[in-house]
């Protein structure tokens, strides 16, 4: 991103905003954050990021694109500056516009908003007078010295309505925050684990596949899709806060992040959705993705009562739980914590619908990687003498020479198959040990295991 404007440009642009009324995220109306945006949209092609207007200056890398400036007593702001007011604007969400003029006692802001009028259309860009205090930033974009005719040829008018990406517009959430750093265990907190390791790459990722990210909070992460969610609640305001705001904003996909907390041995992850809407392909592929990494402990589990998976319910959003682990978890969080770049990569693979690109993740190779193992029951009763071994494999520990002797029963009953070493191995367990025994050599060229001779009589099922 660049700004490719000169400033003669600039003003020219701000001075056609006036009077009119802008909706530059097409949600909440004519915002104040609405016309900054459409100035930096004018200069950069981009957009300026931050949940609240007063987030502006520390939610965007500026550096090579403007100055930001703190207020001082003598600092004198210039037209085209972007003004950033703080919290005690805007009932808490602080205010911008651009600036029309200045002196040193007073500014002329073009903004909207100002007066509420945003929300409901009524209150368009325009000029209003402000006095100075020391909270208010100004940003100073790096004009452009002159105009060269291929900039004016790129020029483009956003248009909110009709602009698409390729992509879908897809929200990370990470679970907690503000004060709660949900469970903790093994050296760390869910919060802050989350939010560092998980959260930010499965976004790179996702972008990579051309989808459009957010993170709920920010890049900071600093808010709590929750606790915000309830807040809503308890004003009885469902647009402005959590699970509300995110409908507004229209995301085609939305996925929280959590660890789960139970005794030390409780191991793998899972999926919760709300009770009221079917688990779609999103929900099944990060099933699998779980299974597949840190392993699960249960199916898709639908719930009614989890607060933001009810209200996703109630709003269809489509949203889900992610529970990735245990924290409380030795293995699994060793898994994540050795894993964590891998492990977004699937992550965001499964969000995604299919495997993101790069040779280095593990989605690409385990497509690769061939069925070795069927879960399909059987009883086998030999009519030869055959090893026991500890592992599917000719190379594997021999404990027995004989399987009926070993197991002391006359008709094996196995839970699952292997195909290894040019042989079919049935898994069964004697006295609570698992072991395997070579049931045939493959000979069939499709190496279909039932178009096999066994060394005895296969039943299948049981
Ligand atoms: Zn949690």
Known sequence: MTVNKTKAQAIAYMKTLKGKGWDFDGAFG????????MQWNYLTGGKL???????????????????????????????????VMDEKYGEGAGHTGTVWSANLNTFVGLE???????????EVAQLVTHTYDMNMYFIRPHYKAKAS?????????????????????????????????????????????????????VQKYLKQAGHTVDLYGGSKQDQNLYTDTAY??????????????????????????????????????????SNQWPADKIDKDIN?????????????????????????????????????GFITNKK??????????????ELAGAINGKAIGGTSGGSKKAKQTKQTKWNWKGRFTPNTAIKVRTSPSINGKVVSNNVL????????????????????????????????SAICKITDNKEKVKNEKYWGKLKWNW
């Open 30 to 37: 004519w915002q104040c954050f609405d016309l900054s945006n």
């Open 49 to 83: 990021y931050g949940y609240y207007a007063k987030d502006i200056p520390f939610e965007n890398n500026f550096n090579g694109l403007a100055t930001v400036y703190k207020n001082t007593p003598s600092f004198l702001p210039e037209e085209g500056d972007i003004f």
């Open 112 to 122: 909207q908003n100002w007066y509420g009028g945003g929300r409901y259309k009524t």
């Open 149 to 201: 005719v291929v900039s004016k040829v790129k020029d483009k008018v956003f248009k909110p309505s009709t602009s698409k990406t390729k992509g879908k517009k897809i929200l990370i959430a990470s679970g907690h925050g503000y004060n709660d750093p949900g469970a903790v265990a093994n050296g760390t907190n869910e919060r802050d684990f989350i939010r560092k390791y998980i959260a930010p790459n």
């Open 232 to 273: 809503g609640e308890r004003l009885g305001d469902t647009k402005n806060y959590g699970m509300y705001w995110v409908k507004q904003q229209k995301y085609d996909i939305v996925v929280e992040l959590h660890l789960d907390a139970a005794s030390a041995s409780a191991t793998g992850g899972h999926v919760i959705i």
């Open 288 to 324: 699998n993705c779980l299974k597949a990494t840190v392993g699960t402990i249960r199916g898709i589990d639908p719930r009614n009562d989890l607060l933001n998976a009810n209200v996703s319910g109630r709003l269809n959003i489509n949203y889900r739980l992610v529970e990735m």
């Open 332 to 345: 699994d969080m060793n898994y994540l914590k050795k894993n964590y770049d891998k492990f977004s990569k």
């Open 405 to 436: 002797s070993f197991t002391r029963v006359k008709t094996i009953k196995f839970n699952f198959i292997v195909k290894a070493d040019g042989y079919w191995w049935i898994s069964y367990t004697s006295k609570g040990k698992t072991y395997y």
